[in-house]
């Protein structure tokens, strides 16, 4: 007891090979939540049902107080409030948005974090100004390489206290594919206190990292960013001490609406005998979703689904669906998406110390049970 | 392997000593969701903010093609159409809203079910048709005792199959302490499809379970109704066996908004020395919260807060405050509401087999460190 934060500050550790979930990683999972997957039905996910993952606490923030301030290696030092952003020329992107950790709580061994299983997704459309339009309006100064974000909220993580802080290359920030937002609105509402009120970054593509809610502060740098957010954590490493290589854009997955009804806990699914309806959503930061499979046996056999896709929404989503003729007894469903790049889903985990991109295929437990059984 | 629904849907049970949080809880964990606690700050709940629990999925529903049916035991069965609820004089309450296995988690030995520790409630305005108005409109018929309400939302529990369904005795149902709503307005937008879209049952002062959600049928019986979530869940029992008590009214319970800031994983506060506002909120169903106390030793001594009564709000959490003179080392802090009928929150565990009605003091680390440190 030397009253320093690391007391109560650890550093990152990978679970037990039998230890259950603790009570820590319960503490994030009762106050995150991920998307129910029988919300997938809908094109936009209603925000309250669309994942979150907070670091710390959700900032209580006054929009008529709020100001964006653009500095560092800039001509001209830009403050903003939120009507001179909403003078600014808007622009609206239906984005899916994925959690870098999501799968993260399969893995075996588990990396101790916020434990997601499958379900950290959702798509909104989000309304706001290019960044481009600011860094243009502020001037790029020569040596500037990076953009740096800073969010209101504020914590301790594995002992640095930190406001939230990440940065992106200068060609993303200012990039038209994707075309990154500091945005205000979601779904033509004014941005919920979890999603970021009343002001955060959307960057197509990538994982929800680099979408700094409660945004105040860009700073453009020249050199790269070294903070704990981009440096130490979200890096892809399979011991502590390599240095590793950034989480950036989501891998290629594809979840289903589980069909027919839930046992309550056990979360199994009930069907009747006959044809059922197989749908979901696929999506890749990386490319276009080119193709769709599902499988009824675990995995050994494979059937091309039939792809819808959203070609006015290239960072959202694609529906799929297909018709399974199910026979009574318990069935393992699974379904994997490949992009246009090539990358598909892995059948077994691609373990990294992190727990990030994981995109193992989902895998759902369904008894075909008849009627009164 | 007999292709029945007991093979994937077990009976309840208590978990293993010290059996960490299962699979199959963490499942449930990341699907429903608490109120974070920051959030404690605003009067009403954003909704995607508001706890959630759904037994089996998220019905989607069709507001245009929604039905109420009032049958069983009155003069004239009812259907009413949305229109048709929306014509008749509409109230609105302010409610805080709890879930009846608030605090399981906590529990040793744990009940397996799903896992909240503090964080299951939320308050917000519903506006709806008193259910007083709509018996009144169909006619009670002689011998009806309770009125038995059904959702839309189908699933298994402990292998039995069924719709969610609830009673309430006639009494309860027809009163006006509390007065039962049939709501399709959440804080004056039409119910979120997790929140009961688009009509929902509202009784203040009583557990979430009662609330029922995706109402779709009201039938009033001459017995007491023994169905699944009546006779055989949300009792109050030490033992499988024995019939116990049923769930209804909410105990009082005070919660704290966590102060400070915290550290990302093991959600421990930090806070400088000094004077440190604690604030948060407090309420009973069965009755007003008269006295709010903190304790900054764990619960060795106790100085009363300044409690905020929402007199015109009977059903809704009152707010408290106090002021914490913070000197560094590791505090705990907890606080404890008691109501106008003499209820109050214990300082050990009052264990049931369900974890139900869970009203266990909160209690916050808090690391009072200078800064720097």
């Given at each position: ?42 094109d ?235 749908a979901g959503r696929a ?24 792809l819808v896709?959203e ?6 989503w694609s529906g799929w669906h ?52």
């Open positions: 007891m030397d009253g320093s934060l690391r007391e109560i500050s650890a550093p990152g550790r990978v679970a037990d090979p039998h230890e259950g979930i603790s009570a820590s990683e319960l503490a994030l999972a009762t106050r995150n939540h991920g998307l129910p997957l029988e919300a997938l039905h809908y936009l996910t209603p925000p309250g049902l669309h994942y979150v993952l907070v670091h710390y606490d959700i900032p209580v923030l006054d929009a008529d107080a709020w100001r964006l301030t653009l500095g560092g290696l800039v001509r001209s030092r830009l403050t903003l409030d939120l009507a001179d952003l909403r003078a600014l020329p808007a622009v609206t992107h239906r984005v899916t948005m994925e959690c870098a950790g999501n799968g993260r709580a399969r893995l075996q061994p588990r990396p101790v974090s916020q434990p997601w299983l499958v379900e950290a997704v959702g798509t909104a459309e989000w309304t706001g100004v290019p960044l481009r339009v600011l860094l243009d309006e502020a001037g790029i100064a020569p040596g500037a390489v990076e953009a740096v974000f800073t969010g209101a909220d504020h914590g301790v993580e594995r002992g640095v206290e930190q406001d939230y802080r990440r940065s992106l290359p200068l060609d993303v920030a200012r990039g038209t594919r994707p075309e990154v937002l500091v945005a205000y609105a979601m779904n033509g509402a004014p941005l919920p206190p979890q999603h970021g009120h009343p002001v955060r970054l959307v960057v197509p593509g990538w994982y929800g990292m680099a979408h700094v809610k409660w945004l105040r502060d860009i700073t453009l740098v020249d050199t790269p960013f070294t903070g704990f957010q981009q440096a130490v954590s979200y890096r892809y490493r399979q011991t502590p001490d390599e240095p590793g290589e950034p989480v950036d854009t989501i891998a290629p997955r594809a979840l289903m609406i589980p069909p027919g009804f839930p046992d309550f806990m056990s979360r199994t699914r009930v069907v009747r005998p006959g044809p059922v309806r197989l999506w890749s930061g990386r490319g276009p979703v080119t193709r769709v499979e599902v499988s009824v046996d675990g995995g050994a056999f494979w059937t091309e689904a039939e896709r070609t006015a929404h290239p960072w959202a297909a018709t399974w003729e199910a026979t009574p007894g318990l069935r393992h469903l699974t379904v994997r998406a490949t992009d246009a790049e090539g990358n598909t889903q892995p059948l077994t985990e691609p373990w990294n110390r992190g727990g990030f991109g994981n995109n193992l295929v989902q895998r759902v437990e369904v008894l075909c049970a008849p009627e009164g059984t």
